[in-house]
């Protein structure tokens, strides 16, 4: 059964810096694209960032770049998201979510493995 578990969660002040992990298991991951969404209270799921199984493509939201960057682990199955500067309005459960389409794309329809989400919460 494939299985996507993120952690790394968690309250910080802004301006602080979280890093969040998300752990494949069930097959292997190693050509597959990965990519974080996000979800606030009362809004809908939005892109974050995705890479390629290379890691040679990566593209970010808009209001996540230069903030946050993401990466996979050598063995592909494990992806990062290192989020600095985080904003008030980066509060959101934030989930993992992979897919074989490409490049990179930015759909939540177009993936089809999801985790289950870790909570983000910035304080201001």
């Known amino acids: 059964q494939v299985q996507l578990v993120e952690s790394g969660g968690g309250l910080v002040q802004a301006g602080g810096s979280l890093r969040l992990s998300c752990a494949a298991s069930g097959r292997t991951f190693w050509d597959y694209t990965m990519g974080w969404f996000r979800q606030a209270p009362e809004k809908q799921r939005e892109f974050v960032t995705t890479i390629s199984w290379s890691g040679g493509s990566i593209d970010y939201a808009d209001s996540v770049k230069g903030r946050f960057t993401i990466s996979r682990g050598k063995t592909k199955n494990t992806v990062y998201l290192e989020m600095n500067s985080l904003k008030p309005e980066d509060t959101a459960i934030y989930y993992c979510?992979?897919?074989?389409?490409?490049?990179?794309?930015?759909?939540?329809?177009?993936?089809?493995?999801w985790g289950q989400g870790t909570q983000v919460t910035v304080s201001s």
């Open positions: 979510a992979a897919t074989r389409r490409s490049p990179v794309p930015h759909l939540s329809s177009e993936y089809d493995y």
